[in-house]
């Protein structure tokens, strides 16, 4: 299995531009989930669905964040537009239904994103 | 509400050793856990899950824990640390009311001396 698949691994740009971040889930897996994670914050859960759809965006830190997952096998999360706080590490996870034996929340490599 | 909390925020240890790292959650009913080890610069990765069952579960790299439904606690063990397992730990609850939803504790960071 290749695991959670991300895009871009790295990612710099300058304040204002438009950010698109991209995840593809392991498959079979029918949960995703978006985090963030910066030194100050530490890990932080933006947004996550099931069955494509979103279960949950209570984490979207403000109106500039925006998720989709048009598909089981891809999301996107983009930032517009972007600021220098938003520079951090996103990381994608996704995992089969929560509960059972074999389920848990695998992640991806992550984005490294920094706006300058 | 549901939450997950790590004792400790930095640990530091010399090689050989005795880990513990403490995790406890607050939520009750159906609850399943995990620890996470995150290496520098690398991803979370799974170290070991509980669902039911036998209360003492063995991970990858000669991790364990072992949980304590009275306590609520969860904690991660390993009898003899390397170098090489400096990292951050997480703590992870899943259950409670919100399903698919883990709750992660803010992380432990261990550093081992050679």
């Known amino acids: 299995d290749a695991g959670v698949i991300q895009s871009p691994r790295h990612e710099v740009t300058e304040m204002g531009q438009e950010v698109t971040l991209r995840c593809k889930p392991i498959s079979g897996h029918d949960y995703l989930f978006w985090y963030r994670q910066t030194m100050m914050r530490g890990l932080e859960l933006l947004i996550y669905?099931?069955?494509?759809?979103?279960?949950?965006d209570s984490g979207m830190p403000e109106d500039r964040f925006s998720a989709k997952m048009p598909n089981a096998s891809f999301s996107t999360l983009k930032i517009q537009p972007s600021e220098p706080r938003d520079s951090a590490v996103y990381f994608c996870?996704?995992?089969?239904?929560?509960?059972?034996?074999?389920?848990?929340?695998?992640f991806g490599p992550g984005t490294r994103l920094l706006v300058l | 509400a549901q939450s997950v909390s790590q004792h400790n925020h930095h640990v530091i240890l010399s090689e050989a050793a005795s880990l513990e790292l403490g995790c406890n959650y607050s939520y009750g009913g159906t609850v399943n856990l995990f620890w996470y080890v995150q290496y520098p610069g690398q991803h979370l990765q799974l170290l070991l899950k509980y669902f039911s069952g036998d209360p003492l579960v063995k991970g990858i790299k000669g991790f364990e824990a072992e949980f304590i439904k009275s306590k609520f606690s969860f904690n991660l063990r390993k009898p003899s640390v390397q170098w090489s397992d400096t990292a951050e730990y997480f703590c992870?609850?899943?259950?409670?009311?919100?399903?698919?939803?883990?709750?992660f504790g803010r992380g432990t960071q261990l550093t081992v001396w050679p």
């Open positions: 992870a609850g899943l259950g409670g009311s919100t399903l698919g939803r883990l709750y």
């Open positions: 669905f099931n069955n494509n759809v979103p279960i949950d």
């Open positions: 996870a996704s995992s089969s239904t929560p509960g059972t034996p074999r389920s848990a929340q695998y």
